[in-house]
T-cell receptor, first 114, second 115 residues
Framework: AQSVTQLGSHVSVSEGALVLLRCNYS??????LFWYVQYPNQGLQLLLK??????LVKGINGFEAEFKKSETSFHLTKPSAHMSDAAEYFC????????????FGTGTRLTIIP | EAGVTQFPSHSVIEKGQTVTLRCDPI?????LYWYRRVMGKEIKFLLH????????ESGMPNNRFLAERTGGTYSTLKVQPAELEDSGVYFC?????????????FGEGSRLTVL
């Protein structure tokens, strides 16, 4: 069975500051990992994905995430927060490439302080 | 191109009533998924259609839930009779084909409130 833990249901950062959203996973097989974002009044949108190629994955809107097997982590970062980054972020895992039956974390709501 | 659309966006019903949620996937997408998020918890998989066939319905909570996908186009999810614990946001997602890049396209969700 797979699981995802997102530490911090709410995170606040100042505009221009570093964004760090934490995700730890548990999987009995090599995982495929995703970050999705939900902006207000919109559906979830894929930010980035790890599929066993490069461990540092770059996504849209300046976000990136690093897969660390030894730490079972896939934290999401952005060097400088923008007001438009305010949204809810979801980390998810699947057990094989192309499998879209995802196991999600509980989500982290990011607030940007002007 | 239109995205995944869901209707209604919000439904308020009383316990024991019936509700039907509808999802129109992106045109040409064979795969259609239903997920649910109960308040404050994780988004959980309900079921997966490939065209009109149910590929995996292991996440369906019980037999009060019935999903259909007529002709491999739109899908409906019926809850009958609704219970309080069915409240939550029901997401529909679609993708072009299995073995693809794993990217799902989600609708905005249908919020169900059971009183």
């Amino acid at each position: 069975a797979q699981s995802v833990t997102q530490l911090g249901s709410h995170v606040s950062v100042s505009e221009g500051a570093l964004v760090l959203l934490r995700c730890n996973y548990s999987s009995s097989v090599p995982p495929y990992l995703f970050w999705y974002v939900q902006y207000p009044n919109q559906g979830l949108q894929l930010l980035l994905k790890y599929t066993s190629a490069a461990t540092l994955v770059k996504g849209i809107n300046g976000f990136e995430a690093e897969f660390k097997k030894s730490e079972t982590s896939f934290h999401l970062t952005k060097p400088s927060a923008h007001m438009s980054d305010a949204a809810e972020y979801f980390c998810a895992v699947s057990d094989r490439f192309g499998n879209e039956k995802l196991t999600f974390g509980t989500g982290t709501r990011l607030t940007i302080i002007p | 191109e239109a995205g995944v659309t869901q209707f209604p966006s919000h439904s308020v019903i009383e316990k024991g009533q019936t509700v039907t949620l509808r999802c129109d996937p992106i045109s040409g997408h064979d795969n259609l998924y239903w997920y649910r998020r109960v308040m404050g918890k994780e988004i959980k998989f309900l079921l997966h259609f490939v065209k009109e066939s149910k590929q995996d319905e292991s996440g369906m909570p019980n037999n009060r839930f019935l999903a259909e996908r007529t002709g491999g186009t739109y899908s409906t999810l019926k809850v009958q009779p609704a219970e309080l614990e069915d409240s939550g946001v029901y997401f529909c997602a679609s993708s072009q084909k299995m073995g693809g890049n794993g990217e799902l396209f989600f609708g905005e969700g249908s919020r169900l409130t059971v009183l």
